[in-house]
């Protein structure tokens, strides 16, 4: 028989307000313990939440991106449970009334795209952080900073039908709150977690198999690793009679494999009901509208644009359009160098290859937009031909110095004199009579060992173009 | 210097050391958890200077204490509780801050139930308060040292808070002036949370004046409070000194069946008929739904109160049991040793009304019932000024008598939970005195936000009743 996996998930994106969700604390990451902190996030006596309305403006921003219904009126519900991270003995969240509903997120797969559901996306806080290292004999460390940090647990439909969706779900998500500009979407530090609820069925059936929920997954590998796993295994047991538990597993990446937790019968009642500290939330028309203004271009459009208006591949409007920042300086550039497919290649090649190198931002290499433009500029003019454009690239990267000035201090101009090209062609031949004895046999490969020797004679200033064309002149 | 209403000597510094003698010499009420003596000094010297300078704010000259769960900066705040026996404050009460940008010197803390947890001011971990007159006799709870200090001049006001008749049961029981005020007046920044949709601070004074004038301070919008009201704050002195001409009064029909005291209802008929007299219109009114009053209390204030109490955990300020091994450990010993027995049957109450399968039947079904009691109390309110009511069916009781039958304790509240259900305010005023001398008190409530209508039948019937000091 053949088993099918259904595929939930649930994310907690953490926002990068300027100050937590109910109070006036910093949300700075990585500053010391148990700094940022107050009153309020501390759960101390008489101490009240007071909404930050940045996170209202972040969950709106999310759920306009994923077409949600934004609710007109909701409701904030504690969450009872005693942990010490949670400083207050409740988590404030959303229960029966979050604020977006009825989503959906577009992902890219091998058979195209896929609109997968979201069923809530709800505004909750964080806990602090519980430190168990050995710094800590015989106790354990308390770190508050993080606690109360606004976060969006938004919950997936059991819409997803394999790993690899399910980490194009994680990554189309990525691209999205990174656009948006409300989270850093980082899965290894935690800005991003991800839980996923996973059963398998027979194909054909209709009724859902027993669901294992798998946590602790911090990057797509891992994701893709732990539900391949998770699914293999509960076919595996099926096949050998076993019943699935209904679970909570942790994945242990080391290991390769998910390890129970606890099961559904000693499962928490968290007690959920409406937070009395907290007025009901209400989001208007005009509110919205607000936020609609400030939303930029989401990626897929952005995509599609590329694609339409620049004339590109999809594959590169994707590889362009892949972050906000380098979709930004991919179009600032074009501003100067009006050309889409020239820009393309080298924003794809040479800075893409600028950032690996020097783990920079792309804002913040020597190379603008508008240099990078005039260095298109000066290729497009065939002032300069593609390896002095390199060349020139390099150095503007390491200086910062205007394209043009470094074309003449490194005499890089291109030269277009058919004289002077002559010249080198007749050199080359005399020098390499073997070569050219081989090249009039047929071995017409040999015709790249002469480019590359003009190229040398003119310290790359040769035109391409005109090389190649003297040279069949001459040769055959 | 005279423009100064509470100023009582020719300095603060006097009135401060005045006060502190009738502490100290009445310490066997217990109405102190703390006494801010080095504080209140200190802050009277500063006041003292104000004056003379004329730059003193309108609470000048009062010395006022504080129900000990209303914090303070730099000033232990118990809530009654072993579980905070040690807990000072960083920061001030948004009330606190009110209280202090008007000069007011804050004296003490006052004893109270435990987390505001009872009727009777016996549940307090630092002992029972007394009361002045028969100290045999239960002084009300749960801000039974408030009413106390003031009855017994301790301090010229405290403030108190009620989350079911907490402020205005003790007032009556003591003979002085007690106002619940419209939930969302008063600020809860800071003020220690029993049950919060509930929850609201007021004054406790000798007169409606000196309460009218302290609530005024203390009223307000907040930013730091979510649930605190816009609406402005009317100078509540134009209220006092008015006569009750044409007022319409509605009389609480269900508030003189059987089982309240007949001294009790004798003297709150007899206010109501010199009221009648003087011009006010009065009609016996009814609310149906006043009988599931206390049940629907105890299923909504609980639950809140488990939630609210969980912060108490032994981690990080509370008392922990320092024998404890292991997490579980830490919690259970730490709370099972610093919470009192009142508290810990309230928690388990609240954890069993929001659990799951009985959600429905308890706390859903409370919260339906409590939007059908405001209703129902609008529309009651309709073409009315206030509702007149007894404060409490019974006379102040025997210490021990009622606190092993808590159910008998809850229904000390019956009449005063309606306007915590509702939100509405009341001031309960001394209306007369039982043939033993006790006090009696009749409330007044009034339509949200409209505290000036309490002051101002208040006011009349406090100077127009003979009541024995």
Do not use: H, W
């Given at each position: 028989m053949d088993y099918e996996p259904i595929i939930g998930l649930e994310v907690h994106i953490q926002l990068k307000t300027k100050t937590k969700a109910f109070c006036g604390c910093s949300t700075t990451y990585g500053s010391e313990e148990n700094t940022q902190t107050c009153p309020v996030c501390l759960g101390m006596l008489g101490a009240l939440p007071v909404l930050n309305e940045e996170v209202v403006n972040f969950a709106i921003k999310l759920g306009l991106a994923t077409e949600s219904e934004i609710a007109s009126k909701s409701i904030f519900s504690r969450k009872n449970y005693f942990y010490p991270d949670l400083t207050k003995g409740y988590q404030i969240s959303q229960y029966d009334k979050p604020i977006l509903e009825n989503g959906k997120l577009e992902i890219e797969t091998e058979n195209g795209s896929k609109k997968i559901g979201i069923t809530r996306i709800h505004i909750e806080?964080?806990?602090g952080k519980s430190n168990h290292s050995e710094t800590?004999?015989?106790?354990?460390?308390?770190?508050?900073?993080?606690?109360?940090t606004a976060l969006l647990e938004m919950v997936s439909e059991p819409e997803i039908s394999n790993s690899k969706e399910a980490s194009a779900y994680i990554a189309a998500l990525r691209q999205l709150v990174r656009y948006l500009g409300i989270c850093d979407g980082n899965l290894e530090e935690g800005s991003m977690r991800c839980d996923a609820n996973i059963s398998v069925r027979p194909v054909g059936q209709e009724k859902f198999g027993t669901k294992v929920e798998v946590k602790n997954m911090n990057s797509l590998r891992n994701v893709e690793k732990a539900i391949d796993y998770e699914i293999k295994r509960q076919i595996q047991d099926i096949k050998n009679g076993k019943e699935i538990q209904q679970v909570t597993c942790l994945w242990n990446a080391e290991k390769g494999i998910t390890i129970p937790m606890r099961s559904k019968e000693d499962s928490d009642?968290?007690?959920?009901?409406?937070?009395?500290?907290?007025v009901p939330l209400l989001v208007n028309e005009n509110w919205i509208n607000e936020v609609e203004r400030t939303l930029p271009e989401l990626p897929s459009a952005k995509r599609n644009r590329f694609q339409k208006d620049f004339k590109l591949s999809a594959y590169d409007s994707g590889v362009l359009s892949a972050s906000k920042e380098i979709a930004d300086y991919f179009e600032e550039t074009l501003k100067f160098s009006k050309d889409p497919k020239q820009t393309a290649n080298l924003v794809m090649g040479e800075v893409m290859r600028i950032l690996k190198e020097t783990k920079l931002e792309v804002n913040e290499i020597k190379v603008t937009p508008e240099k990078l433009g005039e260095i298109l500029t000066l290729l497009k003019g065939k002032k300069i031909n593609q390896q002095a454009a390199k060349t020139i690239f390099d150095e503007v990267a390491e200086t910062g110095e205007k394209p043009e000035k470094v074309m003449k201090a490194k005499g890089l101009e291109q030269v277009l004199d058919s004289n002077e090209m002559e010249t080198w062609l007749e050199e080359v031949i005399a020098e390499n009579p073997n070569e050219v004895e081989r090249f009039k046999n047929g071995e017409r490969q040999l015709?790249?060992?002469?480019?590359?020797?003009?190229?040398?004679k003119s310290r790359g200033k040769a035109n391409p173009g005109m090389v190649a064309k003297l040279l069949n002149q001459k040769l055959n | 210097m005279s423009s100064y209403f509470f100023l009582e000597d020719n300095s603060v510094e006097t009135t401060v050391k005045k006060y502190l003698k009738k502490i100290d010499e009445n310490s066997h009420l217990n109405a102190f958890i703390t006494v801010a003596e080095n504080y209140a000094l200190e802050q009277a010297k500063i006041v003292d200077e104000k004056i003379k300078n004329r730059t003193a704010g309108k609470l000048a000259g009062l010395v006022i204490s504080l129900k000990d769960l209303i914090c303070t900066k730099g000033i232990r705040t118990?809530?009654?509780?072993?579980?905070?026996?040690n807990f000072i404050p960083p920061y001030d009460a948004s009330l606190v801050k009110n209280l202090k940008n008007e000069d007011a010197v804050i004296i003490g803390k006052n004893n109270l139930d435990e987390f505001a947890m009872g009727s009777s001011n016996e549940t307090s971990a630092f002992g029972k308060v007394l009361h002045p007159l028969d100290n045999s006799l239960v002084p009300g709870g749960s801000s039974g040292g408030s009413a106390v200090s003031v009855a017994a001049g301790l301090s010229r006001v405290s403030l108190g808070s009620e989350t079911g008749g907490s402020i205005r049961q003790p007032a009556a029981f003591c003979g002085v002036v007690g106002l619940k005020t419209t939930y969302g007046r008063v600020s809860r920044y800071g003020v220690t949370a029993f049950a919060s949709s509930f929850d609201q601070v007021g004054?406790?004074?000798?007169?409606?004046?000196?309460?009218?004038?302290?609530?005024e301070v203390i009223s307000g919008f907040d930013k730091m409070d979510s649930t605190s009201a816009p609406n402005s704050v009317p100078d509540y002195t134009q209220f006092l000194n008015q006569d009750v001409k044409g007022l319409k009064m509605g009389v609480l029909k269900e508030c003189f069946d059987e089982g309240v005291d007949p001294e009790i209802k004798k003297s709150v008929l007899e206010t109501i008929e010199l009221l009648r007299k003087n011009g006010a219109e009065i009609k016996e009114v009814s609310l149906p739904l006043l009988k599931y009053g206390i049940a629907t209390y105890y299923i909504l204030t609980t639950a809140e109160a488990s939630a609210n109490l969980a912060r108490y955990d032994g981690i990080r300020y509370t008392y922990r049991?320092?024998?404890a091994k292991g997490l579980d450990e830490v919690y259970v010993k730490s709370r099972s040793e610093g919470f009192g027995t009142e508290v810990k049957r309230r928690i388990m109450l609240g954890t069993y009304v929001l659990s799951a399968g009985y959600y429905d039947a308890f706390y859903a079904k409370g919260q339906k019932v409590r939007t059908l009691m405001q209703k129902e109390m609008n529309e009651t309110f309709a073409g009315l000024d206030c509702i007149l009511a007894p404060t409490t069916p019974n006379l102040p009781f025997k210490a021990g008598e009622k606190l092993d039958d808590p159910l008998k304790m809850y229904l000390n509240d019956i009449f005063t939970v309606s306007a915590n259900l509702t939100g509405i305010p009341s001031l309960s005023v001394p209306c007369g005195n039982a043939k033993n001398g006790l006090p009696i008190g009749i409330q007044i409530m009034a339509k949200s936000f409209d505290e000036g209508m309490t002051f101002r039948v208040g006011d009349f019937i406090e100077k127009n009743i003979k009541i024995l000091a």
């Open positions: 806080e964080d806990t800590f004999v015989n106790s354990t460390g308390l770190d508050f900073n993080r606690c109360g009642d968290y007690r959920y009901f409406p937070e009395p500290d907290l015709q790249g060992f002469f480019m590359g020797q003009i190229m040398k | 118990t809530a009654g509780s072993k579980i905070l026996e004054p406790i004074g000798k007169t409606v004046e000196d309460v009218a004038r302290v609530t049991n320092g024998e």
